[in-house]
């Protein structure tokens, strides 16, 4: 079955290490990142967004990471990614998600605590525990919606009231990555990072981790980040494995067969972050 994402990510803190969190646009996907990490015998989130929703469907997405679950010999969670609605949450929450992320971001102060606030009173009931985020986090997780926006830093002590205010199980600070590939530099800001931390003494998720080196991965984790999710690194590494699969066979149409190298290609990204994270206790 489909496990707690709040007890995996609870531990995880607790241990001052994470549990990596990975998009899972289609079934390959989703069937190739529990397979990896059942290798590396690590926990893992599979997460979908709006976007996935509407292409996929809720039902068929949970029904397939329901049966996915049941077969793994690892715990798998199953998480709405960047939530765009209450009434998005409330459709994976019938569907039996077990995590939900409302992305307020781009609303007020006080606009972004009530929202996150009315989700959290729908999902906590339920068992159900809550990601929000405060700050911009600047690139965007579904280029279709891409405007690139100024980042915006998330304030340690605005994170606090925001966390004492609404609730929120988990929480996403703007400090310096961003969605999809980075243009120049990577410049993320620690000292931040970890006075939040201190100030809400709960999980802290690093969104765009695609592209971030792994000693600042492994620096962000020794900061408070219990969640770290990768989208952009597992469709290059899919595009690129089919590309190269319909160039060395131009004949081959089995769907099945199309799709092994693009998969092996992800179980090679999918591995090799989940080492970054050291083993959990339990
Ligand atoms: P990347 O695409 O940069 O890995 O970001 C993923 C993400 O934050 C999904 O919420
Ligand atoms: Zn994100
Ligand atoms: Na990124």
């Known amino acids: 079955a489909l496990l707690s994402t709040k007890g995996l990510l609870e531990t995880a803190y607790r241990n001052r290490s994470a549990v990596f969190a990975f998009a899972s646009h289609n079934m390959e996907l989703m ?86 606030r009315r989700v959290v009173e729908m999902a906590h009931p339920m068992g159900v525990p809550v990601e929000a985020e405060l700050g911009t986090i600047v690139g965007t997780e579904e280029p279709s919606a891409a405007v690139d926006g100024q980042a915006v830093f998330t304030d340690p002590a605005t994170a606090e009231t925001f966390v004492s ?67 952009t690194e597992l469709k290059q590494a899919f595009t690129q494995g089919l590309r190269d699969t319909l160039e060395e066979n131009p004949s081959e149409t089995d769907p099945r067969k199309l799709f092994q190298s693009a998969k092996e290609a992800v179980k090679q990204v999918v591995k090799q972050k989940l080492n970054l994270a050291r083993p959990i206790p339990g």
């Open 31 to 116: 069937k190739t990142i529990v397979e990896a990490a059942e290798e590396t015998g690590s926990p893992v989130i599979l997460q979908t967004t709006p976007a996935t929703l509407r292409s996929t469907k809720v039902k068929l997405l949970a029904a397939m990471a329901r049966a996915i679950a049941e077969e793994a010999r690892i715990p798998v969670a199953l998480h709405l990614d960047h939530g765009d609605s209450f009434a998005t949450v409330a459709q994976c929450l019938r569907a039996g998600y077990t995590s939900v992320m409302i992305d307020g971001s781009r609303l007020p102060l006080k606009e972004n605590i009530a929202l996150t």
């Open 165 to 231: 205010h609404t609730g929120v199980d988990f929480l996403a600070p703007s400090f310096g990555t961003a969605h999809g590939p980075y243009k120049g530099e990577i410049r993320l800001d620690f000292p931040r990072l970890a006075e939040i931390s201190r100030r809400v003494s709960i999980p802290l998720v690093m969104h765009g981790a695609s592209g971030v080196p792994e000693n600042s991965i492994q620096l962000a984790i020794a900061n408070g980040v219990s969640k770290i999710n990768i989208s």
